[in-house]
């Protein structure tokens, strides 16, 4: 349970410092009438008797602990579960490396199986960004300030872990989903390695008859569903950060033997309806069931597409890398082919599925982005046409969820995919019509609207305002880069040093793409080994993108 029975506090625990003077209760509004049903969370009485059976080995208890008892960053028990509640309805289970029942059970009961104070407080952290209430900001009057006070929390609560557990290996990967959202994306990408480290310090890639917690008593089914989930969620993160900066993964296909976390109905049904500071949207069109743990796999099987793309672009046989991505675009072709029917365009628009879709383009284009000038089939125009689109494919896509749901409330990782769909839209722009047409595109409007919840969203209009000018690329007037002052100031908190952020805009952006040296600390490495990344600090493409003023 959350609290100290034995009446002293642990710097672990979520308790309130009685040595510290509490704050005043927070308000927020509407939060303080709105019934505990209201918030959507599975509690013990959302399930039936056989899904409780499956999810745990213990009744659940009869009672609940405050919600707010979890953290010392508010005492507002509703705006603890209002977060909650928003990151499970517009996150989950993009990358979540928990278990939604397992946690959620434990969460109310006030055990610490399956829930501690650091989850408690990264899930908060994440929350809030979806969140327009004052009180989900440190500083109620800045809204990019909103979640700081919890990450910060996690933060310190993090630095008294010293054993490694699956509640903090959750915690990791959900705060490396909140430094990608805020622009801090190599403290994201370590935070993605500790996790995946520690999870395989763990054993929990090994099968149930290899791994050597099996034979303990203690290591009982729910542990087994948890840790599966777990391990995925490390997974699908991992292999999202090495696609996008261009890193091996720590771990190779063959050693990843753990199975995919079990389907159960029940869970597979329940509805998803869209959540806001407003409450639940009273629209029944956009009720629908969650199949939750159909993209849970979904997202698995995907990831391990990406592991295989991962280590074949960086491999230095260059006929070796021809007939491997061949193969991997095939593969690729039957994996989109065969998705469940409960999770194809027309069938389900949960945002969970829209960003499945998006993702599987994104990973198709990063497929060939590196020989958009060099080709892999008979010719480099096939190449580029496959690039374009997958761009094509992921602003339409983004086009239907801005429809449905906004762009206020997105996975973290959106503003990456926009920035590099947008500069693969504009090479082809350039080589094309060699920047005699007015260019037009959504593209910063799409991250204009994102930059709210996620900051990076504003350096990526900055990068993208970069080779706009470099490439003197005409933008038409309604697609205007400028960033209001409002969300310029986000940037001020996110890390612009070639040490700690592997996306600058600054002049190393245009020598990479012109095929000139680059100064970046990384610029020794050879061409072949990092040939897929973006940006300077992560290596060359196989050739000059020809694309120069």
Known sequence: ????????????????????????????????????????????????????????????????????????????????????????????????????????????????????????????????????????????????????????????????????????????????????SCGND??????????????????????????????????????RQVSAATFWGCYTLEQAWSLCVGREPQVTPEEVLVHKPIKIDEIEHEHWRPYSDQGVDPDPTLHQPSNIRSVYKVFAELAQLVHKTNLCLQSEDTQEITLSVRALYTEHLQFYSSLPDALRLGRNSTPPVLFAHIFYHFAVLLLFRPFFNTGIFDTVPVTRQICVEATENILSLLKAYRNLYTLRRTPAFIPYIIMSA???????????????????????????????????????????????????LELAPEDDCDVPYALAKNEDGMALSHSVTFFRPDEDLERHHTGLASSSPLSHQPASRLRFAPFPQQGAHLGSMGLGP
């Open 1 to 180: 349970m959350p609290r100290d029975t034995a009446g002293h506090n642990s710097p672990v625990r979520g308790d309130k410092d009685p040595e510290k003077p509490q704050d005043q209760p927070v308000h927020t509004g509407d939060l303080e009438q709105r019934p505990f049903s209201s918030f959507n969370l599975v509690g013990p009485s959302r399930l039936s008797y056989l899904s409780r059976l499956i999810l745990t080995d213990n009744e659940p208890a009869p009672h609940s602990y405050p919600a707010s008892s979890w953290t010392q960053a508010t005492n507002d028990d509703n705006l603890v579960q209002h977060l909650i509640t928003l990151y499970f309805c517009w996150e989950y289970p993009v990358f979540a490396s928990l278990s939604k029942e397992h946690f959620l059970l434990d969460f109310h009961n006030g055990n610490q199986r399956f829930c501690s104070p650091l989850l408690v407080n990264a899930i908060l952290a994440l929350g809030a960004r979806y969140s327009d209430l004052p009180e989900a900001r440190k500083f109620q009057d800045v809204p990019s300030s909103a979640g700081d006070h919890f990450y910060e929390e996690a933060q310190r609560l993090l630095g008294y872990e010293d054993v490694p557990t699956l509640t903090k290996i959750q915690a990791l990967g959900l705060m490396s989903l909140r430094q990608a």
């Open 422 to 472: 947008e500069l693969a839209r504009m090479a082809d722009h350039k080589t094309r019509t060699e920047g005699r047409e007015v260019y037009r595109t959504p593209s910063i409007r799409y991250l204009r609207e994102l930059a709210l919840a996620h900051p990076f969203a504003v350096r990526a209009i900055l990068i993208c305002k970069f080779f706009l000018d470099g490439w003197k």
């Open 186 to 223: 190599m403290s994201g990408w370590h935070l993605s390695r500790i996790a995946m480290r520690t999870a395989l310090d763990l054993g929990l890639h090994l099968a149930d008859s290899q791994d050597r917690r099996a034979d303990r008593l203690l290591y009982s089914n729910p542990e």
